[in-house]
């Protein structure tokens, strides 16, 4: 999915969480899929973005090749903005981003087709409260619906969720979705 699609969308979306949220902020901007730039090229024109990082695992010379989800799980990062606008899954970013929450951040999240795609099972079965059980893959597709929220709900272990808003992706298979997070105190 080329990082144009949907462009007016995604911005609206972004727009709407740094105005809310980062109108006094200096906005820090941790880009874990970046593309080619076109959403934050686009959004620097309206905001004053102080950090910049864009990382990607396909080699460009805009960006740092490097896999995004290591660099959020095993690296200290102080960004207020994390933009997850993967080629797949979101979920393994999430679920090692929630835990290192210390500052108000936004997070923008682009969900594909089934949400089991990318999260381990134990993940995903956690989040549904249904562990310890081995749930056969075929009963979580059916609970994909649910697996969405129990996903995004389940950062209320390690911080606070203020807001979850959805935009209109004009496909039924993508999922544009903006949180803001919290610190737990």
Not at 4 to 26: G, Q, V
Not at 73 to 79: E, I
Not at 116 to 126: A, N, Q
């Amino acid at each position: 999915m080329p990082d144009n699609s949907n462009l007016a969308s995604k911005l609206a979306l972004r727009r709407y969480f740094l105005d809310k949220y980062h109108s006094k902020d200096s906005i820090l901007v941790l880009d874990c899929c970046c593309g080619s730039r076109v959403i934050w090229d686009n959004l620097s024109q309206d905001y004053r973005v102080i950090e910049y990082l864009p990382l990607d695992v396909k080699r460009d010379t805009k960006s740092i090749h490097m896999d995004s989800v290591r660099f959020i799980r095993d690296l200290a990062w102080h960004h207020n903005i994390v933009d997850v606008d993967t080629y797949g899954s979101p979920w393994k970013h999430w679920l090692a981003l929630i835990r290192k929450i210390h500052r108000p951040t936004s997070v923008f999240l682009t969900v594909f087709g089934h949400v089991c795609i990318g999260v381990d099972r134990s993940s995903l079965t956690e989040s549904l409260g249904l562990a310890p059980l081995k749930v056969p893959i075929a009963i979580l597709l059916k609970l994909a619906p649910m697996a969405i929220n129990a996903l995004l709900f389940s950062a209320s272990k390690y911080c606070t969720l203020t807001e979850v808003a959805e935009i209109e992706s004009g496909n039924a298979n993508i999922r544009y979705l903006g949180v803001h997070l919290l610190p737990q105190k």
